[in-house]
């Protein structure tokens, strides 16, 4: 077990293979605070720490509360008390009253992870992990809440979360209640974050941590492309490989904050959770809210570690259903082959052509539905247009399965446009406030999906749309931030929970798809990568990554994604070109190289290849069946970075047995060298001797990583190439 109570000293330890993390119990009032959080030791106490003493005297007789509370390094915050940093909990009472904070009660440590209803979490057995309820109170207020902390055994990673429960006789609300506090010392820190747009998502962004307050938000409705709910502190110094680094990352998909602040003495408080504003949740008595949860990573080997734990938390404790450890299927998706404009015969053609090279699925995305012709109507009409389809989506599959191939179909479920039947019948379904004409965004408005007939309502339609065919892929879009968030359906005095209740929707209707739906593969899509985050991983395995397909902009959108997120996880596909997104030209061995780390597939209309490209499409096809695996579940090194260097961009996946080891070489912009660019690898065995594909050479692990590898020379701008090291 990886959780243990030092009842004398009164601390919690709680270990994971290269992490241990301390609370410690306080004074007679019992605060709990935060004493370390780092590299493995094996004391106990590290009280001294927490600077207990500066203030004079014990807490109660010194005459210096308030100053005493604002220097604590303390495990979830109040307010109002003298702690006067970032509050993770904020209370008002019926009587208008504010303030709040948490001392001691009681404690459970169990092996194994509980869920956390209603929202999608981490999990694991009693061989992975071990579980700390800590109990604490309000006594004042008869508000208690349980602080949850899952240390896993064989990760450097710790889980956390609130519960908040009323235990008291009046109603309450909670104006804050962030999932997770980290306070501490500064040690040169920077802050990395990942920055973004529309077709731009997750930039890598560090800087040093400034005083005052700096971070990430999203107040959209949806975690959203422009920031992502993460944060990492990083030793200044630290790298790919070496040095201290600390994440936090969110596992819900609406509102965040991710905050680090600077106060005082250069102490720390880094906080993750749901956004503050626009958040009021009303508990009557005896009601309770449970946060999202929070992943805590750590790692004293630089990014790598971090990245490593993060990987291997999603793919191995996060992401479930049967599609989490089989290969992906490679598809061919007709949105840039064809927009609007289709029909069977072209769908048909495409997926002809594709079966012919080994294309595994056809997806047919928007337009199918309704009257679809354009992005203006129709959305919430989920039965299909046979117009366009005659025979409807069971013809359409069958044939498609005729091939070969499996059929898969785009939804934007959350949606509906004011021109629909939907709307017509049910024009209250949508978000509005009465009085104000709802904002339209791409012609649509978002559907209420705190209220459970409109859930049902929609589900019914899906429902019967997956059984009238052979459908066995979804892609679940959501095409617009939310505004006018309000609800016919709540009091006034609950209209400040419906953000969060929106969200709570769409994981319980995804819920629903997957329970009714077992075998489905769900690919969960927002604009692109509007909402790429673990929350979402809970309910899809892979997630569109961006609207951008340009093969160059591309690697930094998947470096920034890779930071945090399985290579398995990313949506990756060959598109046209030019580029539909920038108008660039790039080869179609490129354009395959850069898809190939990731769930593959075509996004282009394969009737207008080259013979010359169509060809490749076996050999494209080839690898993804070999080296998928090695990058989809083995260990990712990004080498090098075109980001950084603007000249070329290199990944490599390792397997975990170290048997095998691709590397992904892009060589963006061609520049005139004498001598042949080093690569440094990393995660060989130092020991054992590999093969490159390229040359032939056969040297040891710690040959190729130390003294490196030597790029091939290659002409032009936009080339690559993948090197293969085995062992032998
Ligand atoms: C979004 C998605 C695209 C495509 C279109 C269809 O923009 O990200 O991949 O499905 O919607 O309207």
Request: charged letters at 25%.
């Amino acid at each position: 077990m990886g959780i243990f109570y030092n009842q004398q000293e009164r601390v919690f330890r709680l270990d994971t293979p290269g992490s241990t993390y301390l609370i410690n119990i306080v004074d007679e009032e019992g605060f709990l605070c935060h004493a370390y959080y780092g590299r493995r030791i094996p004391d106990d106490n590290m009280a001294y720490l927490l600077r207990l003493n500066p203030v004079g005297g014990p807490f109660k007789t010194s005459g210096q509360q308030a100053s005493f509370l604002d220097q604590l390094p303390v495990e979830y915050s109040g307010h109002g008390l003298g702690d006067f940093r970032e509050s993770c909990l904020r209370v008002e009472t019926e009587e208008g009253y504010r303030s709040c904070g948490l001392t001691y009660l009681s404690h459970r440590i169990y092996g194994g992870k509980p869920a956390l209803p209603g929202l999608p979490a981490t999990f694991g057995g009693e061989g992975d992990c071990t579980t700390l309820e800590l109990r604490c109170h309000d006594r004042y207020l008869d508000l208690e809440v349980c602080l949850l902390y899952t240390a896993f055994e064989k990760l450097d990673v710790i889980c956390r979360s609130a519960r908040i429960e009323n235990r008291g006789e009046k109603p309450v609300t909670l104006t804050a209640a962030l999932s997770a506090c980290l306070d501490m010392d500064n040690r040169d820190f920077d802050l990395i974050t990942l920055h973004g747009s529309w077709a731009y998502e997750r930039m890598i962004n560090r800087r040093p941590v400034a005083w005052g307050k700096q971070g990430v938000s999203s107040l959209r409705g949806i975690s959203s492309h422009h920031e992502q709910p993460f944060l990492a502190l990083a030793e200044h110094a630290a790298t790919q490989d070496q040095g201290q680094v600390y994440a936090m990352h969110l596992v819900y998909s609406g509102n965040f904050l991710a905050q680090v602040e600077m106060t005082q003495q250069e102490l720390l408080r880094a906080v993750i959770g749901i956004h503050p504003q626009d958040f009021a949740w009303k508990l009557d008595p005896g009601g309770s809210f449970q946060t999202p949860e929070a992943v805590l990573a750590y790692s004293h080997t630089g990014l790598d570690g971090m990245t490593h734990a993060l990987h291997d938390l999603y793919r191995n404790h996060l992401i479930r259903g049967p599609w989490r450890d089989k290969p992906r299927p490679s598809l061919v998706n007709n949105w840039e082959a064809t927009y609007f404009n289709f029909d069977t015969e072209k769908l048909l053609d495409i997926a002809r052509t594709a079966a012919g090279r080994g294309v595994e699925m056809l997806v047919l995305d928007d337009g199918w539905f309704g009257c679809r012709d354009t992005d203006t109507n129709s959305l919430g009409d989920w039965f299909v247009n046979e117009k366009k389809l005659p025979g409807g989506l069971k013809y359409l599959a069958d044939e498609i399965n005729k091939l070969g191939m499996k059929f898969g179909l785009w939804v934007e479920p959350e949606m509906v446009c004011p021109d629909s039947e939907l709307y017509r019948a049910h024009p209250d379904y949508a978000l509005q406030i009465p009085g104000r004409p709802p904002m339209l965004s791409r012609t649509q408005l978002v559907l209420d999906f705190s209220r459970q007939e409109v859930r049902d309502c929609v589900y019914s339609q899906l429902h019967k749309v997956l059984s009238s065919a052979n459908i066995e892929y979804i892609k679940w879009d959501m095409n617009r931030a939310l505004t006018d968030v309000s609800s016919l359906c709540l009091d006034a005095d609950r209209q400040g929970e419906l953000f969060h209740r929106y969200v709570l929707g769409v994981y319980d209707l995804q819920e629903r798809l997957l329970r009714d739906f077992p075998n489905l593969l769900l690919e969960n899509c927002c604009s692109g990568g509007g909402r790429f985050d673990p929350g979402m991983l809970y309910y899809s395995p892979q997630i569109w990554t961006s609207d951008n397909t340009d093969a160059i902009d591309r690697l930094r959108i998947q470096e920034g994604t890779a930071l945090i997120y399985p290579l398995s996880t990313m949506g990756a596909h060959v598109a046209a070109c030019p580029s539909h997104t920038n108008g660039r030209v790039t080869p179609f061995d490129t354009r395959g190289l850069v898809s190939l780390p990731g769930c593959f597939g075509y996004e282009l209309d394969l009737t207008k290849l080259t013979e010359e490209e169509l060809d490749m499409i076996p050999g494209q096809l080839e690898n993804y069946r070999k080296y998928g695996p090695v990058f989809h579940d083995g260990d990712y090194y990004r080498l090098a970075s075109y980001g950084g260097n603007g000249e070329y961009d290199a990944l490599m996946a390792v397997t975990k047995d170290k048997r095998t080891a691709v590397i992904d070489y892009v060589h963006v912009m061609s520049r005139r060298r004498r001598r042949s660019v080093l690569l440094p690898l990393r995660g060989l065995d130092g020991e054992t001797r590999y093969r490159s594909s390229e040359t032939g050479e056969v040297r040891s692990g710690a040959g190729w990583m130390y003294g490196g590898l030597l790029l091939p020379e290659m002409k032009g701008d936009f080339t690559g190439k993948l090197i293969v090291l085995e062992a032998v």
